[in-house]
């Protein structure tokens, strides 16, 4: 039997209803969107998009015009949905939403017509007349509207330029759209989820630069090999993913192990330890409110790298190491006002003796993520966090980036309360 043939077996039992979502987070919990699907041949993609959603806890109504039902079945939205798709203006006013209001209005796709009339106030469709009242809800402080704009290349004109840009100055949020084949696509429903929940965001994180390394950092001896450690960056990953939700401008600089995320987010691949170096100085001093090392530094490379490859077949190699450069001594001396978060790697200690090592690293980091090889099993982790104040355990890699971000937000809140007493 082989892998493109069904060898007739029952599919594995599961828990979950017809309509329900494997749960990605509860990042959207409690948020109500309105997913507001206009004419475009992207239109087909929405109901993945719905599901994508409430896969982070969001309850999803969709508004659907004449023309975007041409593109995707109602029944289709409703099933992803759990609700009625809202298809014309009725007694019940569902484009003002006042009973039960939304948090966000995302319209996707967005076509070059609905975006004109967003920007000229015409609501001659139900999708239209709902965006009047969420642009005034808006405008209010009550909701936040976001528009990912899908169109063939040639319909990208000036009108198209002036009317989005006057609908950004009011703060209507553009969703980048994916470039390919001449077109603006709708881009991938993480994207789009990652996009709601940055605008939702309350957290004094939004808007800071935060650098988070991961990932080894490989260490060259000839042309063709190179030295490498085990760890993949996993974890950092996920830090990066958790700031970006919260709206900050995070950037993962990971260190080239094979491995990738596959989460949409600022991502710099770093090939060898030197390249590590060179953009974690680069991008400290450009200016960042906070750097998040977690990166597997190589701590030793060959003293002399050789230029070609070393022929194979010899009965020995010898390789003379000598001490890399600590990375993050580098970071902190370029720029001492930046927030620190280092990490502390060991085994075959007792965690007593595991926090006491990370506490040194207290001179230059205000939180020190401490672990254990014995404390981490595939994607599961446990670590030490440790600060002036004390020792708080934390346990699997989600809490891990959750508690990084918390402190990360703690400071950021102290920033902005010193802020004004010192002008």
């Known amino acids: ?98 009973a039960d209001p939304f948090d966000a209005y995302l319209v996707a796709p967005a076509t070059h017509s609905t975006i004109a009339k967003m920007a000229h106030g015409i609501g001659d469709t139900v999708v239209a007349s709902a ?48 470039d390919a084949y001449g077109k603006h696509n709708l881009p991938d429903t993480e994207l789009l989820c990652i996009a709601v929940g940055r605008a939702l965001s309350t957290s004094p994180l939004r808007g800071k630069r935060i650098m988070v390394t991961a990932g080894p950092t490989p260490v060259e001896i000839d042309n063709v090999r190179r030295i490498v450690n085990r760890f993949r960056g996993r974890l950092g990953a996920r830090v990066a993913e958790e700031l970006i939700w919260r709206g900050a401008e995070a950037e993962l600089i990971l260190g080239d192990g094979a491995w990738r995320p596959t989460t949409p987010f600022p991502l710099t691949v770093a090939r060898t330890f030197d390249a590590y170096r060179d953009l974690v100085l680069d991008r400290v001093r450009g200016g960042l409110f906070a750097g998040v090392f977690s990166a597997g530094v190589a701590d030793y490379r060959p003293a002399r790298q050789v230029t070609g490859k070393i022929a194979s077949g010899q009965k020995s190699l010898m390789l003379e190491l000598a001490p890399t450069e600590k990375v993050i001594d580098l970071a902190c001396d370029a720029d001492p006002a930046m927030r620190c978060v280092a990490f502390k790697y060991l085994e075959g200690v007792e965690e007593a003796e595991l926090a006491e090592v990370a506490a040194r690293r207290l001179d230059r980091a205000g939180l020190v993520v401490a672990t254990r090889g014995e404390d981490t099993a595939g994607h599961e982790q446990r670590a030490l966090f440790v600060t002036r104040e004390g020792v708080t355990p934390v346990a699997n890699k989600r809490a891990i980036a959750a508690a990084i971000a918390d402190h990360l937000e703690g400071l950021a809140t102290e920033a902005e309360q010193v802020r004004p007493a010192a002008e």
């Not at 209010?140 to 528009?147: A, E, I």
């Open 1 to 98: 039997m082989s892998l493109y043939d069904w060898d007739f077996s029952a599919p594995t039992p599961s828990d979950m209803g017809d309509h329900d979502v494997p749960p990605a987070s509860d990042r959207l919990a409690g948020k109500r969107v309105a997913l507001l699907v206009t004419g475009g041949i992207a239109a087909m993609k929405t109901p993945a998009l719905a599901r994508g959603l409430r896969r982070h806890g969001a309850r999803v109504t969709a508004f659907a015009s004449d023309d975007a039902l041409r593109y995707v079945a109602r029944e289709a939205l409703e099933w992803a949905t759990l609700g009625p798709v809202v298809g014309g203006l009725t007694w019940a006013a569902e484009h003002l939403s006042d």
């Open 131 to 178: 965006l009047i009242s969420a642009l005034g809800r808006m405008e209010q402080g009550r909701s936040q509207v976001l528009v990912a704009p899908t169109m063939h290349g040639t319909m990208h004109n000036a009108q198209l330029v002036d009317n989005s840009r006057r609908l950004a100055a009011q703060g209507v949020r553009f969703v980048a759209p994916r």
